[in-house]
């Protein structure tokens, strides 16, 4: 799926314009599938362009969330999880209203729009301070020497083992 894609982007783009890409192939998804004049498009448009979307803005809030929180990590990445559930289980109903009071093609642009304001919801992504780590010059000098005078007793070994025993006569 669109996981390796929104890995990607949000590694190269970041979290917020990940975000608000994902808001718009969703919702142009959501769009053209309203205005799809048979099944295969519909497929397409619903199938691979919302779906595509959706992936793609679920990666960089979870990303988000393991960033900002150490100690309560779990239960807030538990909770953004639910998240989802959540919105699926209100959502449910207020799409029903929109099939019920618009119709099925004003109701898909409806939820267009709503799925459109979902990349609002980037710019609340505060992008945090690169932190620079100041490395110590000897403790890498002591790891290399400690590297190199283990790979020196190996080979020695190597060459014990290798070196054939001479019979006296």
Same mark, same amino acid.
């Given at each position: 799926?669109?996981? =390796?894609? @929104?890995?990607?982007? /949000?590694?190269? %783009?970041? &979290?917020?314009?990940? /975000?608000i890409i994902g808001s718009v192939l969703a919702s142009a998804g959501l769009a053209l599938? @309203? %205005?799809?004049?048979?099944?295969?498009?519909?497929?397409?448009?619903?199938?691979?362009? !919302?779906? *595509?979307? %959706?992936?793609?803005?679920? *990666?960089?809030?979870?990303? #988000?969330?393991?960033?900002?929180?150490?100690? $309560?990590? =779990?239960?807030?990445?538990?909770?953004?999880? #639910?998240?989802?559930?959540?919105?699926?289980?209100?959502?449910?109903?207020?799409?029903?209203? !929109? !099939?019920?009071?618009?119709? &099925?093609?004003?109701?898909?642009? @409806?939820?267009?729009?709503? #799925?459109l304001g979902n990349g609002l919801f980037a710019f609340c992504f505060k992008p945090l301070?690169?932190?620079?780590?100041?490395?110590?010059?000897?403790?890498?000098?002591? *790891?290399?020497?400690?590297? $190199?005078?283990?790979?020196?007793?190996?080979?020695?070994?190597?060459? $014990?083992? $290798?070196? =054939?025993?001479?019979?006296? /006569?």
């Amino acid at each position: 799926g669109s996981g =390796p894609i @929104a890995s990607y982007m /949000t590694n190269s %783009l970041g &979290w917020r314009l990940t /975000t608000i890409i994902g808001s718009v192939l969703a919702s142009a998804g959501l769009a053209l599938s @309203a %205005l799809a004049p048979n099944i295969p498009f519909l497929f397409l448009s619903a199938g691979i362009l !919302l779906g *595509l979307g %959706l992936g793609i803005i679920y *990666l960089p809030r979870l990303d #988000c969330i393991t960033q900002y929180f150490d100690k $309560k990590r =779990p239960f807030v990445t538990g909770l953004a999880i #639910c998240g989802s559930g959540l919105g699926t289980f209100i959502f449910a109903p207020i799409t029903q209203k !929109l !099939l019920d009071t618009l119709g &099925w093609k004003s109701a898909m642009l @409806a939820v267009s729009g709503i #799925c459109l304001g979902n990349g609002l919801f980037a710019f609340c992504f505060k992008p945090l301070e690169q932190v620079q780590v100041e490395t110590n010059p000897e403790v890498y000098d002591k *790891l290399n020497d400690d590297k $190199k005078v283990k790979e020196e007793e190996e080979e020695e070994e190597e060459k $014990k083992e $290798k070196k =054939p025993e001479t019979k006296e /006569t």
